[in-house]
């Protein structure tokens, strides 16, 4: 009879090597899905997670990498702050979306001048529509005792209400014959996102992403504030007694990833989606909160992640293209590695021992 | 009698088959939460359902063996839930989520090629006469066999809970799970059977839409169906009957927004359609806060991992 004993503190060693196995026992079973659905497992988990790296495109694809992993760690980073203090924020897609609209508005406010303030501002008004979309929850958690988790959740419904009025009504392109979508930022400089080095996919979001790893770093490791952070969600009432004001920490941690998510939009909307549309947003939301998990809510794990997380995005698309593979797959793929590693994340707190059944 | 073009006896009859889905899955998961388990992943399982269901239907050609499906596919999902949350003793809330993204995955996965097929028939029960009564035949005697079956659900949950001692052991676990323990009560038994329960009624209030509402499969058909429901429990304040008080209202907001729709209101299509989530979100603030406040009346054990250390 296996039983569970729980470890006084939590194993180093299991909680680094737990996303390394949950990703391999995820390779596992992804090659079963993929088997099932009648591709060769082994040239599929290849085509996504090696091809993408060293395969014949992967001079291209590697540029990919950063694209696509920039917003995840963006997100992510704002998420596991709020995570570790036990404050879910699950609707980082709808912050995303109104950070995209709000900088979008302003850029296309201020067309077609040519300014150096214009992007800056544009940031800034992202930064604030995505902080704004996370106060919400904030606010009516701190006045109202809500619960947050369904109100942010709620919200992305309506944000993307307002995505589609936005890509429809008022930020259409007048000169776009009729088409849903709003300008193209390509073709604005002042307000555009462009590739910083060529072929590397190195745009300002990116460059965002990897400061907001360091700070984060530095705000858990070394500042009173990460400290708080930590001590709020592994035990609320010593947190109490040293001083930790929870409505403070609330409004906090839902802004701060609000804002965070709001700027991986707005990057996201002036670089590699280029406009408003309909369907600019593909999930990188709810998809951090993977990144997030699979990080283990620590910034350095957390940009791996958001790599590996890319990966499987870049990888994905190519098998889709070149072995028929469902799109969907992927999303089912990527579903499954958080249940793995939540699975195996027992082996962090807990030890398996064999035990003679009533002994005890 | 007619308001603005909208008859109110066909608008109250239509709600009643819209809050269906809501219904389901909101009195499944009252149950789970009753036994002290958050599972926050209700949209997966009702997807689960919806798609699962409508596979069932269709190959079989049996609308009946559809929502037999549908409750099998929710209640497979919940089973993961329950293995991680249960034996291995995952966080819920993550686990939840997890649940959610996978089901919205594979669920679309599964749906390759289902896309643009008309699922069997659920006809109304024939009533005869009663049916043709005026209002009365429209509101009460109208409906498919699923509107009856989800108000005596209801009824049946809440004599449990209220009556019977399955129902006490139930309670006491989410209230205390220690002291459950300690009188020989199985918790991790007790809150597998409710998490399977909660995932079949998930997955039929999924099945409903994809073959009676809709009917029809199209990726992420839920739309949000699941976090509304796990709203109403918190609207329902736990208790049974104002599941479905709460489900009604959700439904009567979600067929006028159609209706007006329909009827060219001035206000814009999005506005209308935002409508449901925001009244969410203002029901919530309502029933959360004060001093009458829902969340009192939530099981002591909500959303704790259990671990007997003996």
């Known amino acids: ?360 | 009698m007619d308001l603005g073009g909208i008859n109110p006896a066909v608008l109250i009859a239509s709600l009643m088959v819209a809050s269906v889905p809501i219904l389901l899955a909101a009195i499944g998961e009252l149950v789970v939460e009753k036994s002290g388990v958050l599972n926050v992943g209700v949209e997966g399982m009702m997807i689960m359902g919806a798609i699962c269901g409508f596979i069932t239907a269709v190959s079989t050609g049996n609308p009946f063996l559809g929502f037999a499906g549908g409750a099998a596919g929710g209640a497979a999902l919940a089973f993961v839930f329950a293995v991680l949350t249960q034996s291995l003793l995952a966080n819920q809330v993550a686990t939840g989520l997890a649940l959610t993204l996978f089901g919205l995955g594979l669920s679309s996965l599964m749906g390759q090629g289902y896309n643009g097929i008309k699922p069997p028939l659920t006809g109304p029960v024939p009533f005869g006469p009663l049916a043709d009564l005026p209002v009365i035949g429209v509101i009460l005697f109208s409906h498919d066999w699923v509107v009856y079956f989800s108000i005596a659900i209801i009824a049946a949950v809440w004599a449990v809970l209220k009556y019977t001692r399955t129902g006490l052991i139930l309670r006491a676990v989410g209230e205390n799970h220690d002291a459950a323990h300690a009188l020989g009560y199985k918790v991790g038994r007790v809150r597998l059977l409710a998490i399977l329960f909660g995932g079949a009624m998930a997955g039929m209030g999924g099945a409903y839409i994809s073959l009676i509402r809709v009917p029809q499969w199209t990726d992420g058909i839920t739309a949000g169906a699941g976090w509304i429901a796990l709203a109403i429990v918190v609207f329902a304040s736990w208790k049974p009957w104002r599941v479905l008080i709460g489900g009604y209202l959700f439904g009567g907001i979600s067929v006028l927004q159609l209706n007006l729709q329909a009827s060219g209101s001035r206000i814009p299509v999005e506005y209308l359609s935002m409508s449901p989530y925001l009244i969410t979100i203002l029901v919530l603030v309502i029933m959360s806060s004060g001093k009458g406040r829902a969340s009192l009346n939530a099981p002591a054990a909500l959303g704790q991992t259990f671990h007997a250390s003996r």
Not at chain 1, 46 to 60: H, K, N, S, V
Not at chain 1, 222 to 238: N, V
Not at chain 1, 269 to 293: E, H, L, M
Not at chain 1, 294 to 320: C, F, Q, V
Request: a positive charge; proline letters at 5%.
């Open chain 1, 1 to 360: 009879m296996l039983t569970l004993e729980k470890r006084p503190t939590p194993s180093r060693f299991w909680s680094a090597a737990t996303p390394v196995v949950a990703v391999i026992l995820t390779m596992i079973a992804g090659g079963l899905l993929f088997a099932l659905l009648g591709k060769d497992p082994v040239a599929a988990i290849r085509t996504i997670f090696w091809d993408p790296l060293f395969g014949e495109f992967a001079w291209y694809l590697r540029g990919q990498l950063l694209v696509k992993a920039g917003p995840l760690i963006l997100i992510a980073i704002g998420l596991s702050l709020g995570f570790r203090a036990g404050i879910w924020n699950i609707g980082a897609e709808g912050q995303y979306i109104m950070g995209a609209i709000f900088g979008a508005s302003v850029g296309l406010a201020a067309y077609p001048t040519e300014s150096r303030l214009i992007f800056p501002a544009m940031i800034l008004a992202g930064a604030f529509g995505g902080w704004l979309w996370g106060t919400i929850p904030a606010i009516l958690k701190t006045r109202f005792n809500t619960n947050e988790i369904l109100v942010s959740l709620m919200l992305v419904y309506v944000a993307e209400r307002i995505l589609s009025k936005a890509a429809l009504g008022f930020l259409r392109n007048p000169e776009g014959a009729g088409f849903p979508g709003s300008r193209n930022f390509a073709q604005y400089p002042a307000a555009s996102n462009p590739e910083l080095i060529m072929g590397t996919g190195m745009h300002w979001g990116v460059v965002a992403a990897f400061i907001a790893v360091i700070f984060a770093y530095i705000l858990l490791q070394r500042h009173i504030l990460g400290f708080q952070i930590k001590l709020a969600g592994q035990a609320p009432r010593a947190a109490r007694f040293h001083g930790v004001n929870p409505a403070r920490m609330v409004m906090l941690c839902l802004g701060l990833s609000g804002a965070l998510a709001g700027l991986a939009g707005v990057f996201e909307v002036t670089g590699p989606a280029g406009q408003i549309s309909i369907d600019f947003n593909v999930g990188y939301g709810f998809t951090a909160i993977i990144v997030a998990f699979l990080g283990r809510l620590n910034p350095i794990g957390i940009l791996l992640a958001g790599l590996l997380m890319a990966l499987t995005y870049i990888g994905g698309e190519m098998a889709s293209t070149n072995l028929g593979l469902p799109a969907a797959a992927i999303q089912a793929f990527q579903g499954m590695l958080l249940f793995f590693l939540l699975a195996v994340d027992v082996l962090t707190n807990y030890r398996i021992r064999l035990f003679a059944r009533g002994a005890a």
